[in-house]
Every structure is written in C-alpha cells, then in structure tokens.
C-alpha cells in the first residue's frame, strides 16, 4: 500500500478497511478488522509490531483513524458495543486511494471551518492528523493507560482480578507466586447453572509487546490445569503472539491488550466515568427555519 507520501498515510486504509469489512460479511470487531487488513495487502508481522512513540501499533493506530474519517463520511456506523459496521451507503463504495484523499482533504477543511468559526471550544484529538496521534478516541486512553502502566504489579493483579470478577468470573484469586509458570491468579467462568469453566490468568504490566514465547510458557504452565487461559497486559501483543494464541490444535488463549483493558474498563464503568455531551444536530431545525 506504500508509494503515497502526501497526507497522512492511513488514508492508504480507506479503501481497503471498507473491503475487510465486506469480506466480514459487513461488521467485526476491530481485531477482526485489522487482521483482514493485513491479510488482504501482506502487511508484515515487522509492519504490524512497530509502536509509536506512545506504545500503541502504528498499523492499527492507522486504522482506526481511517475508520474515524469514514465513519465521519458516513461510510461506516458508530456501535456502541465496539463493532465497526457498514452502512448502506458503505456497502455500495469502493474507495481509490485519490477518492479516499478527496475525503481525508475536505474533512480536514471542515476541521479548520469549525476551529475557525469556534464551534468546537477546543481542538480535539478527532481534529489532528498527525501520524503520531493517538488513537481518535480521546486522550482519557492515555491518561488511565499511564496511570495503569505504573502501578505496582501486586496492584495491577488485583486490578486483573477486579475486571475478572466484574465481568462475571466467581472464585477469582491471585496466587502471587512468580515461579508458578507466570501464572498470577485463576478463577472460574460460571456459563449457566450446568457449565462452569476453570481460567488461568497472567498479567503484564508493562509497555513492550508480549512474545510467542510468553504465550507458549503460559499455554505449558496452564496444561492440565485449566480449561482457558487469559493474558492480561498494559502492552500490546505482537502479530506472532496472536498467531500463537489462536493456533490449531492448541488450547485457545484470551489475549487483553491495553485497548481491550480500556475497552472493559468502558464498558463495566471501573475508573471510567461517563460523561454525556450533546452535538447539534442543525438538519432538525431546517425545517423550522422557513420563514
């Protein structure tokens, strides 16, 4: 996808995000996304490992400004259970990199309008178009991901067994012991009244990428021991730790990056609060402009 140098490079992502999610069937989790990305334009596992200077992956870091603008374009739909979606407008488009451009350079100016006529009281991180940006979600990401990153890692445990709990884990303990095959804790997942899941759980807290070898010393550790297996981390998780994770034949390992930690954090309402803000929706008052 390489040879456009103008602009921002995840436009190079328009087009192609529009195609993964129809070859998705028309919605998918971001992961899902993203993979279908990297799949559908060979984007090397070095491509897809490379951070920015924040700690996030650059490549998905692209993405999901490409799927910030299309939303904006009204090419894609915002969900509020995270799953990125076409509308039916999407459905029907296919994007050039120059189509996708065109798209990029006016939101850009509808940007500047709105700085320049002080409708927007600040600039948002929704408005910047450096590479480097965090992802368009808010700086707040950043804030609870630096206060989480220095935690002790005794605090950053029972953080883990707090989210495991509230998301409906019972019997969640954290074992402490580093020299148990890195495992931290376990708990039980109650499915109904008949079907209960024994979990082990490892917590990272760090800023680096989690390996293959993490995820195999995890999955040889846990052998016999558990049914399921949970990586926590504050990191991100390289695309051979994924691969390994979700490899054939081999007891499945949840993987929770920090965007995911976030996200449950969102969504259980821990350390997060919501706020409500209302945008002005001026198509409402057309009509009652008319003299």
Sequence with gaps: ??????????VNWFGPLLDALRKLGGSGSPDEVVDQIAADHAVSDDAQNELTSSG??????QVAWARFYLTKEGLLGSSRRGIWSLTERGR???????????????WVAIFQEQRRTKTADTVSMEE?????????????????????RNLPPAGFERLSQRLLREAGFIHVEVTGQ???????????????????FKVLFQCKRYANSVTPSI?????GAMSGRADKGIIITTGTFTAEARREASRDGAPPIELVDSEKLIDMLENLELGLKPVTTYEVDSDFFTEFSAQ
């Design 1 to 10: 996808m390489g040879g456009h140098n103008e602009g921002a490079q995840f």
């Design 56 to 61: 996030q992956p650059r490549f998905k870091n």
């Design 92 to 106: 029907a488009t296919t994007l050039t990199y120059e189509q996708a451009h065109d798209i990029f350079r006016r």
């Design 128 to 148: 910047q178009t450096v590479e480097e940006a965090e992802t368009p979600t808010g700086d707040y990401r950043a804030a609870i991901l630096d206060i989480m």
């Design 178 to 196: 580093s020299n148990d095959g890195g495992i931290d804790g376990h708990g039980i997942l109650q499915v109904n009244p008949l079907v209960s």
């Design 215 to 219: 995820v195999r010393d995890f999955r």
